[in-house]
């Protein structure tokens, strides 16, 4: 008797990195609760530089921190099995076309929360 075909039993849930523009930031946290309740690991960004914060007051600093974090978001995409783009009204900057565009290089599968 031929053997069933069984597929490996998942080790844990799917991770999904949100990308798009701080300027959407309460789209962005409305995703995270969806993709969180769906049972996934939602990989975000942390910093919205929209805000005033002392950590980027000065412009040097946050012309810094801003690389930086561009850098670490790319490093969230390397992790995450799928990109969510949060793109209300069909917006996408250029930083989130980056992202989109590395993210194709890796194979990564791409979902948008709006029609592009």
């Known amino acids: 008797m031929p053997q069933q075909a069984t597929r490996p039993i998942p080790t844990r849930p799917p991770i999904v990195v949100l990308c798009g523009s701080t300027a959407h930031w309460d789209q962005l946290t409305e995703a995270a609760l969806y993709e969180t309740a769906a049972g996934r690991i939602v990989v975000a960004p942390g910093c919205n530089m ?29 992790l995450a099995d799928d990109v969510l783009v949060v793109n209300p009204g069909g917006y996408i900057g250029d930083s989130t076309r980056r992202e989109i565009d590395y993210a194709q290089r890796l194979g990564k599968p791409i979902r948008y929360t709006h029609p592009v």
């Not at 929209?50 to 969230?76: E, F, G, Y």
């Open 50 to 78: 929209n805000q005033p914060h002392a950590l980027w007051s000065d412009p040097v600093r946050a012309d810094r921190i801003k690389a930086m974090l561009d850098t670490l978001h790319l490093r969230k995409i390397d």
